[in-house]
């Protein structure tokens, strides 16, 4: 990706991050990236398709860097999910990361504000929680494979349950605009994980 698109992407998902899909529009984007709108079409024909790039670009990177790629390459996966799960806390906890409690979770806004606004948006949004759920339950799956769990459950009903309570904890920090709420709430997730 050259450096321009790189600006625009980045500006772009910051911009939907804090503001919205609709309260974020092409010329709030111009005014930060400084070019006109000619230079930002030629790089992306439509806000659609800019939105659409902006997402896979962030959200792909967290989901594979994060939920994937860790909980597929380990011997030790109720741990590994613990440890993403507090990881995740210590990015909201990082002042110098993007993720910011008051702002909540990036794919959660994406879904609540953009699912409804285009068949594209609403595809990429339902694989991507797909994605998170089976890479989730094939970890579960493997715990219970190598005896690292407690009790008999249905992995992919934790999953589901895992993936809901990580996005419910955020929002309900958003809620609150306090740490502290995600801190409390990831602590239970994860005492829930580890009785499984």
């Not at 906890?93 to 068949?119: T, Y």
Request: glycine share 4%; proline share 3%.
């Amino acid at each position: 990706m050259n450096k321009t698109k790189k600006l625009i992407i980045d500006t772009t998902f910051e911009l939907l991050y804090k503001k919205g899909y609709c309260a974020t529009s092409i010329v709030d984007i111009l005014k930060v990236v400084k070019m006109t709108k000619g230079s930002l079409y030629y790089h992306f024909p439509s806000k659609d398709k800019l939105v659409a790039e902006t997402m896979e670009h962030y959200i792909e990177s967290i989901l594979i860097s994060h939920w994937i790629d860790p909980l597929t390459n380990t011997e030790s996966p109720i741990e590994v999910l613990v440890e993403q799960i507090n990881s995740l806390y210590a990015m909201y906890a990082n002042k110098d990361v993007f993720l910011d409690v008051k702002h909540g979770c990036p794919l959660n806004n994406f879904i609540q504000d953009m699912s409804d606004k285009n068949e594209m948006f609403f595809k990429y949004l339902e694989g991507v929680y797909s994605r998170w759920q089976e890479s989730i339950e094939k970890a579960l799956t493997k715990a219970q494979i190598l005896k690292q769990t407690k009790s008999d459950f249905n992995p992919k009903m934790q999953a589901l349950f895992i993936m809901s309570s990580v996005e419910g904890s955020i929002g309900s920090a958003k809620a609150f605009n306090r740490l502290k709420t995600l801190k409390d709430s990831f602590e239970g997730l994860t005492q829930h994980i580890r009785t499984l």
